[in-house]
């Protein structure tokens, strides 16, 4: 048996494809609502959260089309200026409105430019995914492949939080062996003051030549000296 693609006539086939399961796009995706007007042109495809309350945007084509793209990061202001009114609508819903929405755009091919234009953008996170409806038998079923999953600058900030964490550490330990050496040098300054003992040195050197006790000594040892001889020539 071989399989087959089938064409997608209109858009409301393919929402209704992905939005009957949505855990082909991304696991843990729980719809919201669907078809929001946004302006006279654009219109939210799909809304929905992920498990963690992130609210995510679907923005779908049957054909390769560029504008989905400024559909999408228009859908996506929209919804970050009502984060809050839709948490308080959507009440049943685990919404966290402090978080800024994402954009998954799915389309059956994308042009380079497009490509480009998404991994350029900052500050925002856009995944793109090409669609497949495939034929086996008596079996059909929309294949979806991530083709470019973008991260917001946020995060490449936070992955480093233990490489921070840990040139802090090393950073400390750093610190601490220069630290270390520092108390020495305290140490050694006041070990340093020999010009100090130097100026005494010569004080003490100027002292004896003003008292010149010294010629005593000398007159003390020749007594006794003389005093033997005497007696020999006595005997």
Same mark, same amino acid.
């Given at each position: ?138 079996? %059909?079923?929309?294949? /979806? !492949? +991530? ?6 600058? #946020?995060? &490449?900030?936070?992955? =480093?939080?233990? *490489? ?37 040195? %010569?004080?003490?050197? /100027? !002292? +004896? ?6 010629? #005593?000594? &000398?007159?003390?040892? =020749?007594?006794? *000296? ?10």
């Amino acid at each position: 048996m071989s399989i087959e693609k089938i064409k997608i006539e209109g858009q409301e086939e393919l929402q209704q494809l992905i939005t009957k399961d949505l855990n082909i796009v991304e696991k843990d995706l729980t719809l919201i609502c669907n078809n929001v007007p946004i302006n006279d042109k654009t219109t939210l495809d799909v809304l929905c959260h992920d498990n963690n309350g992130q609210l995510v945007i679907v923005q779908m084509s049957i054909a390769e089309d560029d504008i989905m793209l400024l559909h999408g990061i228009q859908s996506m202001d929209y919804i970050d200026k009502f984060k809050s009114f839709l948490k308080a609508t959507y009440n049943k819903h685990k919404i966290d409105d402090k978080e800024k929405a994402r954009l998954i755009l799915i389309a059956p091919s994308f042009s380079d430019a497009l490509r480009s234009a998404v991994e350029s953008m900052k500050g925002m996170r856009v995944d793109l995914y090409e669609w497949e409806y495939l034929k086996l038998g008596d079996h %059909k079923g929309l294949r /979806l !492949q +991530p083709i470019f999953a973008s991260t917001p600058a #946020e995060v &490449p900030f936070e992955k =480093p939080k233990e *490489e921070k964490s840990e040139e802090k550490k090393h950073n400390s330990k750093h610190k601490k062996k220069e630290s270390t050496p520092e108390p020495e040098s305290k140490e050694a300054e006041p070990e340093l003051p020999t010009p100090e003992q130097s100026e005494p040195s %010569k004080t003490e050197d /100027l !002292q +004896p030549p003003a008292e010149e006790p010294v010629k #005593e000594e &000398p007159t003390v040892e =020749p007594a006794p *000296e003389h005093t033997p001889k005497k007696k020999l020539r006595l005997f």
